[in-house]
């Protein structure tokens, strides 16, 4: 059973990682808007990502006898520059996400709760993915600087990226 910190924690996260769709769907309509289809695709498969993240918490705040509140999910912005800054954004907020996810370990690990804790590990792994991820395209845009031609191809690239698997 959760405690009530822990269950309140759990559900501020829950918000965080609908936002996160929220968010990356707000980059997929940018991407789109400047004529990057495969850009907007890459947030697009990012978005169901982030739903199930959000998700996986909601079943398991109520697997583990909590009740799953959903909150009000903030506007996200609407531009955001040119795609490395976008990257910026994105790799930005993963690490606040990151942050997000070892403060609920801390306070697991505070509270004696290993099932949480052991839940967790997950997300912690899951997170030095996105990061990882990010930083690869990062790099990618660093190296096509202003080529278009070359931005083109990275466009192609990202436009190949699976979605992920339900993991229900």
Excluded: C
Aim: no cysteine.
């Amino acid at each position: 059973m959760l405690s009530e910190k822990m269950e309140e924690a759990l559900n501020e996260q829950i918000n965080k990682e609908l936002y996160s769709s929220y968010l990356y769907l707000s980059m997929a309509a940018h991407s789109s808007s400047i004529g990057l289809p495969g850009f907007a695709h890459w947030f697009k498969v990012q978005v169901k990502e982030e739903t199930i993240h959000g998700m996986k918490i909601f079943d398991y705040v109520n697997m583990q006898g909590g009740r799953a509140r959903l909150k009000e999910i903030k506007e996200p912005p609407m531009e955001f520059g040119t795609p490395m800054e976008m990257f910026q954004k994105t790799l930005q907020h993963e690490k606040f996400v990151t942050r997000s996810i070892n403060e609920l370990v801390e306070l697991a690990s505070s509270e004696k709760d290993e099932k949480t804790v052991s839940f967790l590990q997950w997300y912690v792994e899951e997170q030095v993915e996105e990061e990882e991820n990010d930083n690869e395209i990062i790099d990618k845009l660093k190296v096509v600087g202003e080529n278009k031609d070359a931005l083109s191809a990275l466009d192609a690239e990202l436009a190949k990226r699976l979605p992920p698997e339900d993991e229900e």
